[in-house]
């Protein structure tokens, strides 16, 4: 058994490695906008060795997030639900790269929500392991598709997925909302009003954020205020739908950086809901625990 490691989360649009002291401390870190889909033809192994070719070969490497997808290197089925440190350290693959470095990836995990549809994560059930700290906890991970995860003596029970960053981004870019907008100026009280907007009335939301448009044809809303609205709107509106399945008055603890989750926290606050920001790099220490439950790890 080995106490060194690389720790990899490579997801959809970044890429983290970290070169691991024997107690999980890091040596080095390299961070890329180099996700998986910006990698061509499937050549990981390259992709992989032009960020950490300088690293000991010999050094086993546990990787987690959308690399483990069909988009990825190596797909994974996925562990349902309630899953834990030995559920998920008992799925973990071995794979050997052209380079000959030894792999172990981390899968995903499953549910099926009250209708029955099945729901999905990949990286971000490393990063509950990595904080959890025992007993009822609620986890939030912002992001092009944020997760509201819930944990019980440090199982992940259930989570629900919310495509906000995703919707977001495509109604400002390529819909009739964004062509009025001017500016990306961060404005609080627009911001505000959009999440409010969406706390009281989620199920109205195809109709509510056309006002985006309409605010500022009638000369009621700066076009530099209108994205931050919007953005409101549509997390303010996630919000609405995951409160109403976890418990208001829960802590919930985001994991994100603060440049990352301001506007989640902010938008929580606003809701009343209690929240703080989890640990940094929960992620390394999710991937550590994983090893450690496999036997990788001493």
């Known amino acids: 058994m080995r106490s060194a490691f690389i720790a990899l989360d490579w997801g959809t649009s970044s890429f983290r490695a970290y070169l691991l002291n024997k107690d999980g401390t890091a040596q080095e870190t390299v961070t890329a906008p180099h996700g998986i889909l910006a990698v061509k033809d499937g050549a990981f192994d390259a992709a992989l060795e032009s960020h950490i070719g300088k690293w000991d070969m010999k050094l086993p490497i546990m990787a987690s997030g959308m690399i483990t997808s069909r988009q990825g290197w190596v797909e994974l089925p996925y562990v349902a639900c309630p899953a834990g440190l030995q559920s998920i350290a008992a799925a973990v693959h071995l794979h050997t790269s052209k380079h000959g470095r030894k792999i172990y990836f981390v899968p995903g995990i499953s549910t099926r929500g009250p209708d029955g549809a099945p729901d999905v994560i990949r990286g971000e059930e490393t990063q509950v392991l990595g904080a959890t700290e025992g ?164």
């Open 135 to 298: 007993g009822s906890e609620h986890f939030v991970t912002p992001g092009t598709h944020s997760k509201w995860i819930a944990v019980k003596d440090n199982e992940i029970t259930g989570f629900s997925s919310y495509m906000t960053g995703e919707v977001f981004a495509l109604l400002k870019t390529h819909s009739i909302l964004g062509k009025l907008m001017t500016g990306e100026m961060a404005t609080p009280p627009a911001f505000e009003q959009g999440v409010r907007a969406g706390l009281k009335d989620p199920a109205g939301f195809l109709h509510n954020i056309f006002s985006t448009r309409t605010l500022a044809l009638f000369s009621e809303m700066p076009t530099d205020h209108l994205s931050s609205y919007l953005s409101g709107q549509v997390i303010g509106t996630e919000i609405a739908h995951a409160i109403a399945k976890n418990p208001a008055g829960a802590q919930y603890r985001i994991l994100a950086t603060p440049a990352l989750g301001e506007h989640y926290m902010a938008a929580m606050k606003i809701a009343g809901l209690n929240v703080s920001y989890g640990k940094p790099d929960v992620a390394v220490i999710g991937l550590r625990r994983i090893a450690v439950a496999a036997g990788l790890l001493a």
